[in-house]
């Protein structure tokens, strides 16, 4: 089975996707099919995306293939792997914090970029990034997706 084909995946996609176009005023992509088809379309499509938990320090939980193709990672590397671990430096983890908290506080940004590092040590610029808050259906804050098409390697 693949990695979208997966129920909670599946879920978590249609989490991702919902508070996008909430917080954001427009789709992702196409919201047609059902939930298993936007699944796979939303992890083979053209553009970047993860997400992380809501842990002390978060872990991702979600990386689409372009996510995984760009940090070098296989799924299961990316479900171990603290988000923070993707900055090199202490002045770009402060300021990947300051952005974080950003988000928690007002729900997204759309205009972010910050430099990040890939599992084999190659730097890259993320530019013109989206990140925003995942809430469940209850009101429950679960965590913060960034998406992201524009990148380049340093």
């Known amino acids: 089975m693949e990695i979208w084909q997966d129920l909670a995946i599946i879920a978590w996609t249609e989490l991702l996707l919902d508070n ?10 196409p919201r047609i099919g059902t939930g298993k088809e936007q699944s796979k379309m939303l992890f083979y499509a053209p553009f970047v995306l993860v997400s992380h938990g809501t842990q002390t320090n978060p872990i991702f939980n979600y990386g689409n293939r372009g996510a995984l193709d760009l940090w070098g990672l296989t ?4 479900l171990t792997t603290p988000s923070r671990a993707t900055v090199e430096g202490e002045e770009i983890a402060q300021e990947r914090q300051k952005m974080l908290d950003l988000v928690k506080k007002q729900g997204y940004i759309n205009d972010y970029h910050g430099v990040r590092i890939t599992k084999n040590g190659q730097l890259f610029r993320i ?22 098409a524009d990148w380049i390697f340093l």
Do not use: H, M
């Open 75 to 78: 799924w299961p590397e990316l």
């Open 20 to 29: 996008y176009e909430r917080l954001i005023g427009r789709s992702l992509l």
């Open 127 to 148: 530019e013109k990034a989206i990140v925003w808050n995942i809430i469940d259906r209850d009101g429950i804050y679960c965590g913060q997706a960034a998406t992201f």
